[in-house]
């Protein structure tokens, strides 16, 4: 049976088929879940869920019985792609382990709306009655961007998350640490207050700041998880109570040396105001490449970087080492 599709992948028996028997046991209740959300999107042409059929985008149990049982075949096949994930990631992360190299893995705060998260936990979420978003997630307008940013992620229900004990996040959150030695949360501050926008907008013009799940999230995942590392991705503008949430978590929060030109010496970017609990980075996957970005720089600017880094040289890759020593004699416990 785990012939058909498998080719090449099979004959090369990574695992007998007695071996990834075992092992699709131990996949979880939400990975199996998975495995049944992409065969259904495949045999609907890969269209997002919400345009599915209704019984299976509400999730009839009749109707998701008789797809499992029409298509046993290609759900196993999602089934052994996880299980072959499992054993080669498992393989890779050990040998990176044993060479003292750590795992830095990325948590985004959201989940995308055509995901298995919001098709198969509905109440997570500010869903209606028909599984459509209330609000979604995004950025008011900033100089910017004068419409601002409309991410259009669905937003969680946090007082339903507060039901459960948070049940949902800590088994994401251990999934994560399975995965990677340290996790890096995305957009922190959406635990402190989140921007809100009505559904089938356009731009993020109209909508409003609501309040986050706050500390007790973090609260729980310390009781449940114990003491973890995570890096809190701090970046843009920060109100007191979302620096008073970072501080309160213990997590290091996180420094740009892109960003540290700009503000004055007051800066907390620039190297000599970092603190021992931050990581510090020369950019991120939001910016530049840090070649590319300093040779955009204006005359004042450039200056200033010069200055402060003590860059003696025109020679533009030389230049990025300047940064990246810079970067390394932070006080900072991780560069």
Known sequence: CLSRGLGDV??????????????KENLSRETKEFCLFQAIKKRNSYKPWYDWEDDLK???????EKFKSDEKELILFYEWIQVLFNV?????KKYANDKKIEIIGDMPIYVSLDSCDSWAN?????????KKPKKVAGCPPDYFSPEGQLWGNPL?????????????????????????????????????TYYSIPYGR??????????????????????????????????????PS????????????????HFAFYGG???????????????????????????????GLDKKVKKFANEYLNIQTEDEKEIVWEIIRNAYMSVGNLT
């Open 10 to 23: 099979y004959k090369r028996q990574i695992l007998t088929v007695k071996e990834f028997y075992e092992l």
């Open 58 to 64: 509400l999730r009839d149990n009749a109707a998701i």
């Open 88 to 92: 080669e990631w498992k393989k890779i």
């Open 122 to 130: 509905e109440k997570l979420f500010l869903f209606d009655e028909n």
């Open 156 to 192: 969680y229900d946090w007082d339903y998350h507060k039901k459960t004990d948070y049940e949902w996040w800590m088994k994401r959150m251990a999934r994560a640490f399975e995965l990677y030695d340290t996790v890096r949360i995305d957009h922190f501050r959406g635990f402190d």
């Open 202 to 239: 356009k731009d993020a013009v109209v909508g409003k700041w609501k309040k986050g799940a706050g500390y007790a999230l973090f609260a729980r995942m310390k009781e449940v998880l114990g003491d973890v590392d995570v890096i809190a991705e701090d970046l843009g503008y920060l109100t």
């Open 242 to 257: 979302v620096i008073k949430l970072v501080k309160r978590t213990g997590y290091p929060g996180m420094k740009v040396i």
């Open 265 to 295: 010496a007051e800066t907390t970017y620039l190297p000599h105001n970092h603190v021992a609990n931050s990581v510090v980075y020369t950019g991120t996957h939001d910016n530049e490449t840090t070649r590319g970005w300093y040779r």
